[in-house]
């Protein structure tokens, strides 16, 4: 992750920009998610855009601002190379930068940026089951919060940030003045809905917004369970991507999905993986045991491995973080 002081600042059309320096990640990457943490004053907004070395053109990854239904808050729509969240550049790039332009409200506050990094992605996943690390972790004791309980008001697709707001009540940095029996999933899906994408499973933005109630949160990708458990190990529970055919993951409140987000809160001592699935009808049974090799191809190749982190800072990562993931 960047801070401002890593960069250099200009100005673009009326606004502050910081470019990053170049990345080079060593290998010639096919896919980069981005995540920041920016305090945006009310009226101001951001925007986040990557460039590769032999393109001319900066690729907006999205315009990011905080509070519930923000006008200027969403992803870009027309860019062949970005799918929402992901930027997918054609033919590859061996390096990349990020740009992020500063918009200041009608009354001129502007937005401030603390950090801001990206995963960039590359070469197949793993297809055997990963081995448990025979270690100890614990189960993480992970408030549950039921996504469905908020159907009527459009709570079925609201996974990542309420899978989001469990992570945040683990930690205890929920907003303030709510806790978990009170917590209004509405309000969090209105925190991170992204108006071009018609929805609130924007990586980016929800790690964006979890960032600026936890000290830290971030996209990356890993590279199997073991990993995983690393997380566990040191007390951090981990919102992963996932996704499955039908019957793919027995057990699962979903029959189906192409793209859902649950929270890995620990492991068996055989390994299998324990989750808060917020698919499950209610929140007495939001905690669900998934086989260890089922979910992990779910995982892997539903989304490459991916996760948000967030996490507290007196919560330090685990270490021998591999390729960079963290």
């Known amino acids: 992750m960047w801070s401002p002081e890593d960069g250099r600042l200009a100005r673009r059309d009326g606004a502050t920009t910081w470019t990053s320096p170049w990345c080079e990640p060593g290998f010639a990457l096919a896919d980069l998610v981005a995540s920041w943490s920016v305090a945006a004053p009310r009226g101001s907004w951001v925007e986040v855009s990557v460039q590769a ?4 053109t900066w690729h907006c990854l999205g315009r ?18 970005v799918a929402t969240d992901v930027w997918r550049p054609t033919g590859g790039a061996d390096a990349y930068r990020l740009r992020v332009g500063f918009h200041p409200s009608p009354a001129g506050r502007a937005p401030l940026l603390a950090r801001i990094g990206a995963v960039a992605s590359a070469g197949p996943v793993r297809t055997a089951t990963s081995a448990p690390s025979g270690g100890t972790e614990p189960v993480l004791d992970v408030p549950r919060l039921s996504q469905m309980t908020w159907r009527d008001v459009g709570g079925a697709g609201w996974c990542s940030p ?19 029996a009170s917590f209004d999933v509405a ?13 609130t499973g924007n990586w980016s933005f929800n790690t964006a917004w ?7 949160a971030f996209v990356t990708r890993l590279h199997d369970l ?4 690393a997380f566990i190990a040191v007390g951090i529970p981990l919102v992963a991507s996932v996704a499955y055919p039908p019957g793919g993951l027995p057990g699962a409140p979903t029959h189906a999905t192409d793209g859902h987000l649950v929270v890995i809160r620990g492991f068996t001592d055989a390994g299998d993986v324990v989750t808060n699935d917020p698919a499950a009808p209610t929140e007495r049974t939001v905690r669900r045991t998934y086989d260890r090799g089922a979910f992990e191809r779910a995982w892997l190749h539903g989304s490459g491995g991916l996760v948000y982190v967030i996490h507290r800072d007196d919560q330090s990562l685990p270490p021998g973080g591999t390729g960079g993931a963290w």
């Open 162 to 180: 309420t899978a989001v707001s469990m992570v945040l009540a683990h930690a205890g940095r929920l907003p303030p003045g709510t806790d978990t």
């Open 53 to 56: 070395p032999d393109d001319g």
């Open 226 to 229: 073991r990993e995983a458990e």
């Open 187 to 199: 309000a969090a899906a209105a925190e991170v809905f992204d108006p071009a994408y018609a929805g």
């Open 64 to 81: 990011w601002a905080s509070g519930r239904g923000s006008a200027h808050r969403g992803s870009d729509v027309g860019d062949p190379e």
């Open 210 to 216: 979890a960032a600026g109630l936890a000290d830290h």
